[in-house]
């Protein structure tokens, strides 16, 4: 079971950003809300919590500290940009070196480029380090998202689709799926111990047939899971 701790930036008082008639707070929930729905829709074996689910104010720290005695395997924090440039960025703690954070960062970053591309050209300001409180209190490891600029028109423009942020949402959640390695919902194979039961496993557990295969011999029926493999005593 993996845990992963999404964080929805700043909340309640704290608006964030603000820019083009969007506070910053709103479009973060949104986006940490798909990348919930994503992961819990298409993965298996995990728990997502989140800082936040409705507009309410969270320090830094506790955002941490909650995660922390929590035990999340990843944090993911989510926000928005401003300033008035463009483009999608990310960034881990400034004195990460090159370890499972770097690649946490790396998954993440790929897969929010690849997906904003589809909705047209993007710069992509790269894989960024700095002294960010989530980032530095965390215990685990931790990568913080800026998409696009909210005082950006073209960037506000696409923050304002509700498809493209359904789209920013599911690359968080593919990004996460491929670093932590999540086995994706309908991939699980069942395993029965002989072939002259499928028919009656699929009917009974209502399992598609091609999701079935034989046990080992030797594999006992009573383990219910073996790796990705959950096995089905024989009825
Ligand atoms: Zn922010």
């Not at 950003?17 to 940490?32: I, M, P």
Request: charged share 20%; net charge positive; glycine share 8%.
């Amino acid at each position: 079971m993996k845990k992963i701790w999404i964080d929805a930036g700043h909340g309640g008082f704290d608006s964030g950003a603000v820019g083009n008639s969007l506070r910053e707070k709103d479009v973060t929930l949104q986006l940490v809300l798909y990348t919930q729905s994503y992961l819990e829709q298409n993965y298996q074996d995990i728990e997502v919590r989140l800082t936040r689910s409705t507009d309410v104010f969270v320090s830094l720290s506790e955002r941490a500290k909650r995660a922390n005695s929590w035990g999340a395997d990843i944090f993911v924090s989510i926000h928005v940009n401003a300033g008035g440039g463009t483009g999608f960025e990310t960034y881990i703690y400034q004195t990460t070196g090159l370890n499972q954070t770097s690649i946490l960062q790396k998954a993440l970053h790929t897969e929010i480029v690849e997906s904003i591309r589809k909705y047209g050209s993007i710069v992509d300001r790269g894989l960024k380090k700095a002294n960010y409180a989530v980032l530095r209190e965390t215990t685990m490891s931790a990568v913080l998202t800026e998409n696009l600029f909210i005082d950006t028109v073209t960037d506000a423009e696409q923050l304002k689709k509700e498809n493209f942020l359904h789209e920013v949402g599911g690359a968080h959640a593919r990004g996460i799926a491929k670093y932590l390695d999540l086995p994706s919902k309908g991939n699980t194979l069942y395993v029965v111990q002989a072939r002259d039961t499928f028919y009656s496993i699929s009917k009974k557990y209502n399992i598609p047939v091609q999701q079935l295969q034989c046990a080992n011999p030797g594999v006992k029926p009573t383990m219910l899971r073996i790796g990705q493999h959950i096995i089905i005593p024989i009825v």
